[in-house]
């Protein structure tokens, strides 16, 4: 048999057993052609409960709103308008929340809304909206409240502080809860913590809308894309809100494990505002013009409302690693920074106001230390004068530190109508007005009292410019008498340029107000000269 002949049968078989298998196929498809298909099993929605999960969704969305508004309109303006709390309180109290409500007002529930009446227009039922852009939308958004919500613990601790210590505070939240409708009855607490409320209630809503729209309908993809973006936010601002409470919680523990160290110290966390600012060695000399000795040695800590010296011990006694030295609070404390001398270098002074300690001197190791340690006790010294300030003011407002009777004015007087804040029925006049008196009276029956903001705002302005005197508020004093008398004392004006003028604390500390942007700050402005002597009046510009 030739070779040819062989090839030739081989073919021939492959091709038949090609052909036996492809006969196989289509008898095995003929068959399952003849199978009973499986019924497809069309997507179920009880379309009352979506309508209702729909209109839940808008409805809490709105009610959210209102609560954002009621805390900015209520709490957050007032405050900062009345000055009740300073600037650093009223950020640990309400963080970013003003920048909650554009988010949540115009980006997510404005688009519900619309959405919603769109469908009434249109005759679409309500059960067949789809937020599902919306919610992609606001997962972007989302990340708004990372500050916010890392900030509860902050905020927690600032009005358990506000509530205890500052009286006015508590009793405009109390007024508040009882008398304002917008308040519904509830404290601030409830309204810090709505933010992160709602922040935490939108996954549940996608889950909800998840279970309630068909998998085959092109809503179903972005519902679960929002949802899953959504998810990743909520989990990422928890962390930090976590992370915020483990390190607050830290720093108090380690506080507490500072003041277990020290001999002589009790448990300095028990303030649960205190923060630690700044820790090292440093040196503490008894003299500036002669040798201080050996034992120089000292640990310093600054927290933000204390300064804490120990001399480190030379073997720990019953897990005692220092003994006390000095404990001086900020509000008591004076910082000088003063010059070197042939027995100290890099030298600042700490003067304790109270008298409890005598002025202590301090050497850094070298000049960049010493300036950062003057620096951050300035800060922290400046800090609290701003409050000390602010309560003085506030006080000044509460306080009635005028008794006036009201009664006719005589003839002869000057008079002036005034509007007061606190008492609006009121009206009166400024009358016996000399170079030495300004005498303040008020018609309308009974007695009034006003504070001295208020007769500044009212009755000095008036006698400035149109009596063309020269008056302060805070160079005047109070006669003992059922009228209300001012007299001037010996009168400075203080310096100015340009737009910004210079005062002094009562530590002859020196800040700057800027007449134009009514903000006062530490720094002294940059390209300011300000004159020795001044003879123009810084509110009114006229000599």
């Given at each position: 048999v030739s070779i040819?002949?062989?090839t030739k049968m081989s073919q021939v078989e492959n091709l038949k057993k090609e052909a036996a298998r492809l006969m196989e196929l289509v008898k095995q498809n003929a068959l399952q052609d003849q199978l009973p298909k499986p019924e497809i099993k069309e997507f179920n929605i009880n379309w009352k409960q979506r309508e209702m999960l729909i209109m839940e969704i808008i409805n809490t969305e709105r009610a959210y709103?209102?609560?954002l508004e009621t805390i900015?309109?209520?709490?957050?303006?007032?405050l900062k308008e009345l000055g009740i709390i300073s600037e650093e309180e009223q950020a640990n109290l309400f963080a970013n929340v003003v920048e909650l409500l554009p988010v949540n007002k115009n980006k997510v529930l404005a688009r519900f809304e619309d959405i919603y009446n769109d469908s009434i227009q249109n005759n679409i039922p309500v059960s067949h909206i789809n937020f599902g852009d919306v919610f992609l939308e606001l997962s972007e958004h989302l990340r708004t409240y990372s500050d916010y919500c890392s900030n509860q613990p902050n905020a927690m601790a600032a009005l358990k502080t506000l509530n205890l210590d500052n009286n006015e505070f508590e009793k405009f939240v109390s007024d508040l809860m009882l008398n304002e409708p917008r308040v519904k009855g509830l404290d601030l607490n409830s309204y810090l913590i709505k933010p992160v409320q709602r922040l935490c209630k939108y996954p549940l809503l996608l889950r909800e809308l998840i279970k309630m729209t068909d998998p085959n309908d092109i809503e179903y993809s972005k519902i679960k894309e929002a949802d899953a973006r959504v998810g990743v936010t909520v989990s990422e601002v928890n962390e930090i809100q976590r992370e915020a409470?483990?390190?607050k919680l830290a720093l108090l523990e380690e506080i507490e494990r500072i003041s277990g160290l020290i001999d002589g110290c009790d448990n300095l966390a028990r303030d649960k505002n205190r923060t630690l600012i700044k820790h090292g060695e440093i040196h503490r000399l008894m003299y500036l013009d002669k040798r201080s000795g050996k034992n120089t040695v000292r640990y310093f800590w600054l927290f933000n409302n204390l300064i804490l010296l120990a001399v480190p011990l030379k073997k720990s006694r019953k897990g005692k690693e220092f003994k006390l030295d000095a404990l001086l609070h900020i509000k008591n404390v004076r910082v000088i920074d003063t010059s070197d001398t042939q027995y100290a270098t890099n030298v600042f002074l700490v003067e304790d106001k109270s008298g409890e300690q005598e002025k202590i001197i301090f050497s850094s190791e070298d000049l960049q230390t010493k300036n950062v340690w003057v620096k951050e006790i300035k800060a922290r010294v400046r800090e609290h004068q701003k409050k000390e300030v602010?309560?003085?003011?506030?006080?000044?407002?509460?306080k009635s530190i005028a008794h006036i009777k009201a009664g006719s004015t005589t003839s002869a007087a000057r008079a002036a109508t005034l509007t007061l804040r606190k008492n609006s029925a009121s009206s009166g006049s400024v009358s016996n007005i000399d170079k030495k008196t300004i005498t303040i009276s008020l018609s309308g029956g009974g007695n009034t009292y006003l504070s001295l903001e208020e007769i500044w705002d009212n009755g000095f302005l008036y006698a400035e410019k149109v009596l063309n005197m020269k008056v302060r508020t805070d160079l005047f004093k109070e006669n003992e008498d059922d009228r209300f008398s001012l007299v001037p004392k010996k009168f400075e004006f203080?310096?100015?340029?340009?737009?910004?003028i210079l005062y002094k604390t009562d530590d002859n500390e020196s800040y700057y107000y800027n007449r134009k942007t009514k903000l006062t700050q530490w720094e002294k402005p940059e390209n300011c000269t300000f004159p020795l002597n001044n003879n123009i009046d810084p509110l009114s510009g006229r000599a």
């Open positions: 040819d002949a062989v709103v209102e609560d900015i309109d209520v709490y957050y303006n007032p409470e483990a390190n602010l309560k003085r003011k506030r006080d000044a407002g509460a203080p310096p100015i340029s340009g737009d910004w």
